[in-house]
């Protein structure tokens, strides 16, 4: 009986029908992948997202000067009860 002279078999079982030299080239570069691309809202959802975050902020900033003046009065309130600065004295010796 004479051995089997089949085509040229790859050591894990695969046949190869091409050279070492391009099985390396192609393993070094790896898969080619494109960049994904955007959905179709999404203009439109950072354009809420946009909207949402400059409401927030104008609530926050309303909310900073109701403080502020809240503190403003606090303070005049007490000054009115503490009455002007005494002069300062000069000694002499």
Do not use: C
Not at 13 to 33: C, H, I, M, N, W
Request: net charge positive; aromatic share 4%.
């Amino acid at each position: 009986m004479k051995p089997w002279t089949g085509p040229k078999v790859h050591p894990y079982g695969v046949l190869k029908p091409f050279s070492d030299r391009e099985l390396r080239t192609r393993a070094g570069t790896g898969p080619v992948q494109m960049p994904p691309k955007a959905p179709a809202g999404t203009a439109q959802n950072r354009q809420a997202i946009l909207n949402h975050v400059e409401d927030l902020v104008a609530v926050r900033a309303t909310r900073l000067t109701e403080a502020r003046q809240r503190t403003d009065a606090a303070i005049l309130t007490k000054s009115a009860f503490v009455g002007p600065p005494e002069p300062p004295q000069i000694r002499t010796p």
